[in-house]
């Protein structure tokens, strides 16, 4: 992803609907970002493993590949086409991006700030966050509530098949800002991200 032509930087919150305590990741990102490059980034920052469809909905349009629309009957907008600075973003404006439309994990980014853009500064960046993401197809924010109350108590009934199925202990506070940079910065290219082995 090309910076070189960006004029701003849009500081972002994206925070992951339905859950408290809440899970949330502080980026900056440059203004010249297609939406497609945001996804990506999106996906890296919260170690998502991006194997589901997903949407951004902008002032009440959907954004995503257009493939996954064969019919053309949701009027997808093609989000490869689209950069961020076209929007005309101000501070305070939100919008959503939606992953896995079974287990609905519905992100809301909020424009925090937007700054100045400075050659010297790696883009995209984490710069904060807090708290995992819930695993993969766990059921949405209440298969999640579901899983981390088995998961806290052994005698719960659903306890050792949650921990079969997740494969050990699962740390609800676990957040690595250097390991989520050097998977964002791997290759120098947010576009092909390698999650493979990102942990949750």
Same mark, same amino acid.
């Given at each position: 992803?090309?910076?070189?032509?960006?004029?701003?930087?849009?500081?972002?919150?994206?925070?992951?609907?339905?859950?408290?305590?809440?899970?949330?990741?502080?980026?900056?990102?440059?203004?010249?970002?297609?939406?497609?490059?945001?996804?990506?980034?999106?996906?890296?920052?919260?170690?998502?493993?991006?194997?589901?469809?997903?949407?951004?909905?902008?002032?009440?349009?959907?954004?995503? &590949? =257009?493939? @996954?629309? +064969?019919?053309?009957?949701?009027?997808?907008?093609?989000?490869?086409? #689209?950069?961020?600075?076209? %929007?005309?973003?101000?501070?305070?404006?939100?919008?959503?991006?939606?992953?896995?439309?079974?287990?609905?994990?519905?992100?809301?980014?909020?424009?925090?700030?937007?700054?100045?853009?400075?050659?010297?500064?790696?883009?995209?960046?984490?710069?904060?966050?807090?708290?995992?993401?819930?695993?993969?197809?766990?059921?949405?924010?209440?298969?999640?509530?579901?899983?981390?109350?088995?998961?806290? &108590? =052994?005698? @719960?009934? +659903?306890?050792?098949?949650?921990?079969?199925?997740?494969?050990?202990? #699962?740390?609800?506070?676990? %957040?690595?800002?250097?390991?989520?940079?050097?998977?964002?910065?791997?290759?120098?290219?947010?576009?092909?991200?390698?999650?493979?082995?990102?942990?949750?």
């Amino acid at each position: 992803m090309r910076t070189s032509q960006a004029a701003q930087v849009y500081q972002i919150k994206v925070t992951l609907n339905s859950i408290r305590p809440p899970i949330w990741r502080r980026i900056l990102v440059p203004d010249t970002m297609t939406l497609l490059d945001l996804h990506d980034v999106i996906q890296v920052v919260f170690g998502w493993y991006d194997s589901h469809l997903h949407e951004f909905t902008i002032y009440n349009v959907s954004y995503g &590949d =257009p493939a @996954n629309d +064969e019919f053309g009957e949701f009027d997808i907008k093609d989000e490869a086409k #689209f950069k961020l600075r076209k %929007f005309n973003l101000a501070e305070g404006a939100r919008f959503t991006y939606l992953y896995d439309f079974g287990d609905s994990w519905e992100h809301t980014l909020v424009i925090e700030k937007i700054l100045p853009f400075e050659s010297e500064i790696a883009l995209p960046q984490c710069i904060k966050g807090k708290r995992a993401r819930p695993p993969e197809d766990v059921g949405g924010p209440w298969g999640y509530a579901g899983f981390l109350e088995a998961m806290n &108590d =052994p005698e @719960n009934e +659903e306890h050792d098949s949650y921990m079969e199925w997740f494969d050990g202990e #699962f740390d609800p506070e676990a %957040f690595d800002l250097a390991a989520i940079n050097r998977h964002l910065h791997k290759r120098g290219d947010p576009t092909t991200p390698d999650v493979s082995s990102f942990p949750i």
